[in-house]
């Protein structure tokens, strides 16, 4: 009788629980009750798709790269999961075995697979493809880089590369990482810059560098947090009642990380700020920007400072709020599937540790978009939309250059606009569509989604109430005598009174601009508007509210000349004008200038 095959025991014992059985400060009881559980447990790994890979590896490993670049070359974003498994294994195997033609066929197909999985959503995946080559295959692959961009790899440049790249393979984990965004980094650092790269570089961190701006950056990030932890407990409970049919939780209530992935990500947007190094590149994702150059003057040395810490602050600011959601999402998946798994006791707790600190890539990739999206760093159809045309310009300076002067920012304003609609009844409707038909309902978004609009309409309603008590303002009044009374009154627009003062609710997305729809539903009823006239007129303006803020202006501007050329064409012409002098200065500017100025043109915006 032939044996059966038995596959890899992929078994393991928990770190976690032997720690805890030997641990001096743990209860006895609870040791005992460790010992006396299964603590073994079994990785989720994609087991049946690396067999296959290795099968096909083992048939030839040129005969299977061929073949699977030849895959990779379908639409972006298309190809399957044992098709991504494939790749890497290939481009494992063309890196062990060396030569040029196998390291330049393996960065190809790196190139190709990143491209993918980045289009797919899978930035974790892509962003990790880097680290399964080999020395010899991250030297190939840095070199061509530099080639392409007409830069010539003297021997100083290479031992300089082949030096950070013996460093990365001595290392694991977190450091690994770093030395690999170090390694990218110092590799970007050698590519010249165009002149409108750099004018447009300078220009967007003066439009950043407005102490509003940065402090509203901070405000916000607390807001969404605040948001999402409130929405948090329904969406539970929305899951929990979905899973009485399909059999499976992906959603729990847990407050688990959020202080510590707060401290964790105060402590690397310091080391950022201190080295330089983004291990997440948050600022190039969130303000559609790119690594640029300029030069070894000492002009050319004080721009790039200026620049550098422009986005390394903004960066550094974001980073609590993002590993705080990352972390606490990861907790929440992981309660989740140990539920799933029927864990109790020591044995969940094991099992939810070992879980959160090597997560399947699929859930680690849903943690990491929802860490995005809590700093306004995903990706929205109108960002899709505006990345398409920047890669359609982006082998012409000038065209390059003009598409971001006219949208200079568009992930950003377009994330905030969406997170608005979220919270209000438009995200029900928007999530109940996006979950209809085969194959399409993801019950951990459809819970989260659902729950967020609720939460939201609550907090609408809190804005409606606190205008009919006179405790909110809207916008600035455009009657002369309204504006008397605000000022000896001491308003503000878009406020709210606390403790007998105002107080500015502006920068506060999403919390504060749902808020404000809330205020905006009260006057439009006050001036007998329907109730759906009102809540409409009010969701439009709360989103225009947002595209008015500072360095999101240019958004709001383009969509208002391209609505009434004739009207706001001039407006528009002065506003960009204005923008190239850095908002702090101009912050500054107006709070010591004694005169209120006024710009009849291009020339005079700049000067006020």
């Known amino acids: 009788v032939a044996k059966p095959i038995v596959g890899p025991d992929l078994t393991r014992q928990s770190k ?14 609870l040791q005992s009750s460790v010992k006396q559980t299964d603590t073994s447990y079994t990785p989720v790994t994609n087991v049946d798709q690396v067999a296959a890979s290795n099968k096909l590896i083992k048939g030839g490993y040129k005969k299977a790269a061929t073949q699977v670049n030849e895959r990779l070359d379908a639409k972006l974003g298309t190809i399957d999961d044992q098709t991504v ?15 040029d033609a196998n390291l330049a066929l393996a960065t190809d197909m790196t190139d190709k697979l990143s491209a993918h999985l980045t289009k797919s959503g899978q930035t974790v995946q892509a962003a990790s493809i880097l680290n399964n080559r080999t020395p010899e295959g991250m030297l190939y692959g840095a070199r061509k880089v530099l080639k392409k961009a007409g830069v010539e790899v003297t021997p100083d440049i290479q031992r300089a590369i082949k030096d950070q790249i013996d460093k990365i393979s001595k290392l694991t984990g977190e450091e690994r990482d770093y030395a690999i965004a170090e390694l990218k980094q110092g590799v970007g650092s050698l590519i010249p810059s165009s002149f409108g790269d750099k004018a447009v570089a300078l220009w967007k961190a003066g439009l950043l560098t407005g102490i509003k701006t940065q402090t509203g950056n901070t405000l916000s990030g607390l807001s969404t947090l605040s948001m999402k932890v409130s929405s948090n407990p329904l969406a539970a409970a929305i899951d929990s009642g979905i899973s009485l049919v399909t059999g499976e939780r992906t959603k729990t209530f847990t407050l688990k990380d959020i202080i510590s992935g707060g401290v964790e990500g105060a402590k690397k947007g310091y080391r950022s700020l201190k080295t330089g190094v983004d291990e997440r590149d948050l600022a190039k994702l969130k303000y559609d920007t790119k690594q640029v150059n ?17 986005f390394g602050l903004m960066s550094a600011a974001d980073k609590p709020n993002y590993y705080a959601n990352l972390r606490n999402n990861l907790q929440d998946i992981a309660k989740a599937e140990a539920i799933n798994a029927g864990k109790k006791g020591a044995a969940r707790r094991i099992f939810i540790s070992d879980f959160v600190k090597n997560p399947p ?17 995903n990706d929205t159809l109108l960002s899709k939309g505006a990345a398409g045309v920047r890669n359609a310009v982006k082998d012409s300076d000038v065209a390059s250059s003009a598409v971001d002067v006219v949208m200079p920012f568009t992930r950003v304003p377009s994330a905030v606009v969406t997170r608005l609609f979220d919270y209000t009844p438009v995200g029900a409707v928007k999530t109940v569509i996006q979950n209809i038909g085969k194959g399409k309902f993801n019950q951990r ?13 609550g907090v609408m309603a809190i804005g409606f109430a ?6 909110m303002t809207g916008e600035y009044p455009t009657d002369a005598k309204e504006r008397e009374l605000w ?9 709210i009174k606390v403790g007998g003062k105002w107080q500015s609710i502006n920068y506060t997305s999403p919390a504060g601009q749902v808020l404000a729809v809330g205020k905006q539903i009260y006057d439009s009823k006050q001036s007998g508007a329907s109730d759906a006239q009102a809540a409409g007129s009010a969701i439009a303006g709360g989103a225009q509210t947002v595209l008015g803020q500072s360095f999101l202006q240019g958004a709001q501007g383009i969509l208002d000349t391209v609505a009434d050329p004739e009207r706001n064409l001039e407006k528009y012409v002065k506003q960009q004008a204005g923008s190239v002098v850095p908002t702090i200065v101009g912050d500054v500017a107006k709070a010591t200038d004694p005169l209120q100025r006024q710009s009849s043109n291009a020339l005079e915006a700049v000067q006020a």
């Open 85 to 99: 498994s494939d790749a890497i294994a290939a481009i494992k195997a063309l890196d062990y075995k060396g030569g």
């Open 445 to 457: 978004a459809f819970s989260g989604g659902i729950s967020e609009s609720i939460t939201g309409t």
């Open 487 to 495: 000022k000896l009154e001491g308003k503000q627009p878009n406020s």
């Open 294 to 310: 300029f030069g070894p003057t000492a002009a050319g040395r004080a721009a790039q400072k200026y620049v550098d810490t422009v």
């Open 466 to 471: 606190l205008a009919s008590n006179g405790l």
């Open 361 to 377: 890539m699929k859930h680690l990739e849903v943690a990491t978009a929802a860490a995005e999206k809590a700093v306004f760093a």
């Open 16 to 29: 976690f629980a032997k720690g805890v059985t030997k641990s001096s400060e743990v209860s006895p009881e």
